[in-house]
């Protein structure tokens, strides 16, 4: 997949931020549409099924958290990449983001060629997906990579994009201790900057998804899935 076949919605309420950045990612082959407000974001996202959507946080009509749960409620957005676009750096308000379902965390401002870096890797594995067929039974769990779908006892889990692709490389290899830096290479991408309490808030909504007995914490090190 091609910069052309990538539609990116981005959305903020100030039109500088538009302007400047809508500028630098079509100039990288995008497709960029906009919105000022998570209400327009929302109807865009569900007409135009962007791969990426990079969202402000504080926005009038609906803020960018709010939107962002939304989104992730749309089935066929479910694979959609969601990073925040903020002036906003608290833990608490990443945190809301990460909860909220957002894969990335980019502060503002930013030159425009250090967003262009972190935009090509966060959309990284949707450019190099493996098209064939890739499916994994775990006992009770199977992990379908193709259509990014988990079942567990016969009942269909719908996790988004980062939760699945670190469930994904947890279970491969079942038993394996994965060290926190790899989980951050290999899921996030040695690209992109996140928070250190990243894989920590992914692995929570895990264990309420799938089962806290699937995961084990190993302190100071990592993360490992245990069947």
Known sequence: MSNKDITILLVDDEPDILEIVSYNLSAE????????????????????KPQLVILDVMMPEMDGIEACEQIRKIPELQNTIITFLTARSEDYSQLAGFDAGADDYITKPIRPKVLVS?????????????????????GNLVINRDEYKIVK??????????EF???????????????????????????????????????????????????????????????
Request: proline share 2%; hydrophobic share 40%; net charge positive.
């Open 153 to 162: 006892d016969k009942k269909e889990i719908v996790l988004p994009r980062k």
């Open 165 to 227: 692709e670190l469930l994904s490389l947890l279970a491969s290899k079942p038993g394996k201790v994965f060290k926190r830096e790899d989980i951050l290479d290999k899921v996030w991408g040695n690209e992109v900057i996140v928070g250190g309490r990243t894989i920590d808030v992914h692995i929570r909504k895990l264990r309420e998804k799938i089962g806290d007995e699937s995961f084990k914490t190993i302190k100071g090190v990592g993360y490992k899935f245990v069947v």
């Open 118 to 138: 972190k935009v090509n890797a966060l959309l990284r594995r949707f450019k190099n997906e493996d098209i064939s067929e890739n499916i994994v039974k775990i």
């Open 29 to 48: 082959g995008f497709t960029v549409v906009t919105a000022d407000n998570g209400v327009k974001a929302i109807k865009l996202a569900k007409k135009r």
